[in-house]
């Protein structure tokens, strides 16, 4: 059923002596707060491609609302910013990775604040605001909740102007490419196959390769996420034979603005954080019931306790009460916020703002260690690619945009220790790869995009029972059949097959993953279970898919 994610290997075929080939020594797949940190390190070391598929803006830290966590009050502590990282991560959060990053978090801040970025501040200090799983004020902000906008904005002009770092904007990176040709753990990356509509395709050959093309929000009908974000590193990991992490593993926003038919807009955690609180249809206040930390729970917590409560009051969304900040203290506070609601005619701070949860983060990536290493020599990996086992199975507020720094600037660390390693000249390449022929008919991409979306919202979303994931993977399966098996040259052909193979992964390990842990809430198996406290991975196989 599934052999056409396990034999697809390139989803072109190409022979690589015909085709242009481009010389660095490290190339970076990604420009969002990752991929430009990490571009940014490396070109300390040696010559730096940074390729994005499409603007330079168009990623997921450019849209964050929220901030970066980090312990920089004196009443804070470090021990509880791990203890509370731990506990959202529900039993899998990895302690050695998260002590790392909570103990290089202030410094990053601090590095921010010296490269540009105007964080917002208080009497001269750091305005710090607190965020769901948080127990302390230890959010830094920079233009209310235009965080992520403020932090691109500086690292792309930082970037520009590094020597030695040059940025291929529009140039899609179609896949990793390995000796041996058909990947594996015991492969090495050599670079990547890429398309550019100038240029047609390309060989970028790098001694090092860093993958940090964002997430997999598209693959769900109601997401926060940019058009960009459609699972393409997971995918380009698991053709070339890498192993994933937590595939299953999809973080989903309690808080969105619901506007019947229009896109979903992000209504940043830290409303809650200054004071907004949710209630239902009748006006009644309903996280108590749910959480002791009521309306600042985990997100998963919040967001089942959401679609629990639409379910009781027979309702489609609920809503944020943020009355009691008043319409110009919330428009001062939020104003990317306060403009998306005023164009829906919504008036916060008078009005009540109706909220529905979203697909947000991928937990779940290429598994790779502290330093970023994955399981291909010479691939690294940081950002929502990578699985590092900071967040376990839920991701605490605000951690991902402070991951994102710290691992990016490790994975250009060690681009730099593996070059000081390396031969002085690229190996010669000769690969000579042929798809075989499809005489299968081929079906309508734009439908299956937008019935994949919604069939992993409604069967693969934030409630998950065995037979509707089963019914999923049936379905998935079969469309991967007739599109796994053709050759397209455009960039939106390419899209829906990364999201099928990420649909695939993610609807394989939902079905494995037998209990409830963190953002996997299956109603079958409504408890954690002893034995799988632990993390899950996947590779493609010679002629089946490696679960361990």
């Not at 070059?419 to 309508?444: C, F, H, M, Y």
Request: aromatic share 8%.
């Amino acid at each position: 059923m599934n052999d056409t994610f396990l034999q697809r290997r390139y989803l072109v075929g190409f022979e690589s002596r015909r085709l242009p080939h481009i010389f660095t020594d490290v190339l970076v797949i990604g420009g969002g707060a990752a991929g430009l940190r990490a571009a940014i390190e490396a070109a300390a070391h040696g010559q730096v491609i940074l390729v994005t598929k499409g603007d330079l803006l168009e990623s997921n830290t450019y849209h964050a609302q929220g901030g970066l966590a980090a312990v920089m009050a004196e009443d804070d502590s470090s021990e509880q910013h791990v203890a509370d990282t731990l506990a959202a991560a529900c039993g899998i959060g990895d302690e050695k990775v998260i002590r790392t990053v909570v103990t290089q978090a202030p410094q990053h801040v601090r590095e921010m604040q010296s490269w540009g970025v105007k964080f917002d501040t208080d009497g001269g200090e750091l305005s710090l605001g607190r965020e769901g799983g948080h127990h302390a004020h230890r959010i830094v902000h920079a233009r209310g909740d235009a965080t992520g906008r403020a932090l691109a904005e500086v690292l792309v002009q930082r970037a520009r102007d590094v020597a030695g770092l040059k940025i291929f904007e529009a140039c899609f990176a179609i896949d990793l490419v390995t000796d041996p040709p058909d990947g594996g753990p015991a492969s090495t990356c050599l670079g990547a196959l890429t398309f550019n509509p100038h240029y047609g395709l390309q060989m970028i050959r790098a001694r090092v390769t860093i993958l940090a093309g964002g997430g997999a929000g598209m693959l769900w009908r109601e997401t926060t996420n940019p058009p960009c974000a459609t699972a393409d590193p997971i995918a380009m990991v698991f053709r070339a034979g890498g192993t994933v992490g937590d595939a299953e593993m999809m973080q989903f926003h309690p808080t969105t603005l619901y506007v019947a038919g229009a896109t979903r807009s992000l209504i940043s955690e830290a409303v809650r954080g200054e004071g907004g609180f949710l209630v239902d249809r009748t006006g009644a206040r309903f996280m108590a019931e749910y959480h002791e930390m009521a309306d600042l729970a985990p997100r998963d917590v919040v967001s089942r306790a959401i679609v629990d409560r639409m379910a009781k009051t027979h309702s489609t969304h609920v809503f944020l009460d943020v009355r009691g900040l008043g319409e110009a203290a919330f428009a001062e506070r939020f104003p990317f916020i306060d403009e998306q609601c005023r164009h829906f005619g919504i008036r916060p701070g008078s009005d009540l703002i109706p909220v529905h949860p979203a697909a947000h983060y991928m937990i779940g990536g290429a598994w790779v260690d502290l330093d970023g290493h994955t399981s291909i020599a010479n691939l690294l990996a940081c950002g929502e690619a990578a699985c590092t086992g900071l967040h376990g199975a839920n991701r605490l507020a605000s951690n991902s945009l402070t991951e994102a720094l710290i691992f990016g600037q490790r994975c250009g660390q060690t681009a730099g220790a593996i070059l000081e390693q390396a031969g002085e000249k690229l190996a010669s390449l000769a690969i000579d790869w042929v798809n075989p022929r499809s005489e299968r008919t081929q079906l309508d991409l734009a439908d299956i995009r937008n019935s994949l979306r919604a069939i992993l919202w409604r069967n693969v979303g934030i409630v998950r029972r065995g037979e509707r994931l089963t019914e999923t993977l049936e379905i998935v399966c079969f469309w991967g059949r007739y599109v796994l098996d053709k050759e397209f040259f455009e960039r939106s052909g390419w899209e829906v097959q990364n999201m099928l193979t990420g649909a695939y992964l993610t609807v394989e390990a939902a079905l494995r993953r037998t209990e409830t842990r963190g953002v996997h809430y299956r109603e079958d198996f409504p408890a954690a279970h002893p034995a799988w406290a632990r993390h899950q991975f996947m590779r493609r196989g010679e002629s089946q898919l490696v679960v361990e």
